[in-house]
Structure formats: C-alpha cells, structure tokens
Nanobody, 114 residues
C-alpha cells in the first residue's frame, strides 16, 4: 500500500520560506515522476512542481524561480523548498505521483499571511 506523509507546513509571512517534506513508502518513489500539488480553498488541486527519477524538474509558471523540488533516494523522500512566499501560495500541499496519482495523503497546510 502506498503511503505518503507530508510535513513542514505552517504560517509564514510574505517573503518567507518553508521546506516541505514527503516521506513515501518507496515503491511509488523509485519508478515514478513525483510531484507536489496544492489545493487552495474553493479551487481545484493543481500540480506546482514535478521531478523525474533522472532529476529533470518542471514548475508551473507561478512558482518558477521561487520553488525547488528535490529528492533523497536513500530516504525515499521528496522535498519542496519554497522561497519568497506570497499570500496566493496559501494552500494545502500534497505530494504524489504524476500523471497518475495514487491515494492522497493528509497534506500539509501552508499559510502565507502578515
């Protein structure tokens, strides 16, 4: 059974930084493109970053230059470094496979507010 456990969210002021972590069960991590998604209140879940097993990254335009996705193969963990955070980044953040996500974890709340 695939397990995804996101952590690292919190309340941060505009311009601040957070680093999100996603611990996986391993099976999903080794063979899949992994992505970070987010869902803001009243909006659909969207993919913000993805990372291939070979290390190629892709970002949605709104986070380019501010977010960075990475992975630790030994720990089967995916990270999202978020810098220069804006209020519009406020959302629940999830990690999962892309383009065919498995069961979703609980996510981690990121709130950007002064």
């Amino acid at each position: 059974q695939v397990q995804l456990v996101e952590s690292g969210g919190g309340l941060v002021q505009p311009g601040g930084s957070l680093r999100l972590s996603c611990a996986t069960s391993g099976s999903i991590f080794r063979v899949n493109i992994m992505g970070w998604y987010r869902q803001a209140p009243g909006k659909q879940r969207e993919l913000v970053a993805r990372l291939t097993p070979g290390g190629t990254t892709t970002y949605t335009d709104s986070v380019k230059g501010r977010f960075s996705i990475s992975r630790d193969n030994a720990k089967s963990t995916v990270y999202l470094q978020m810098n220069s955070l804006k209020p519009e980044d406020t959302a629940v953040y999830y990690c999962n496979a892309w383009p065919n996500p498995r069961s979703w974890g609980q996510g981690t709340q990121v709130t950007v507010s002064s």
